[in-house]
Nanobody, 123 residues
Framework: QVQLIESGGGLVQAGGSLTLSCRASGRTFSNYAMGWFRQAPGKEREFVAAIAKSGGVTNYADFVKGRFTISRDNARNTVDLQMNNLQPEDTAVYYC????????????????WGQGTQVTVSS
């Protein structure tokens, strides 16, 4: 079973940047895609970004395209989410996620979650 630990959340003003990081353990990191999701108060958890096991293919939700970048370091078992031009609507708890298996193109493919890290963007 994979364990995921996120870090890097915090409070930032609108237009600012943050980088979230997730460290994975418990299974061979380079064998699986990884993803980031978020959940705002009163809303359902939503997909943000995902990256293939090699790092060569990425996928983003439309609302973060051009602002967020997902990357991974298979030597360090980490996946990062660089977030630029943050807006108040980006305020949420951000979760690192790993898929059940080799499929990773649907949110329902992801079954392992970190504890989440809070991102708050003030206007």
């Amino acid at each position: 079973q994979v364990q995921l630990i996120e870090s890097g959340g915090g409070l930032v003003q609108a237009g600012g940047s943050l980088t979230l990081s997730c460290r994975a353990s418990g299974r061979t990191f380079s064998n699986y895609a990884m993803g980031w999701f978020r959940q705002a108060p009163g809303k359902e958890r939503e997909f943000v970004a995902a990256i293939a096991k090699s790092g060569g293919v990425t996928n983003y939700a439309d609302f973060v395209k051009g602002r967020f970048t997902i990357s991974r370091d298979n030597a360090r078992n980490t996946v990062d989410l660089q977030m630029n031009n943050l807006q108040p609507e980006d305020t949420a708890v951000y979760y690192c996620a790993a898929p059940y298996g080799s499929s990773w193109h649907l949110p329902s493919d992801f079954g392992s979650w970190g504890q989440g890290t809070q991102v708050t963007v003030s206007s």
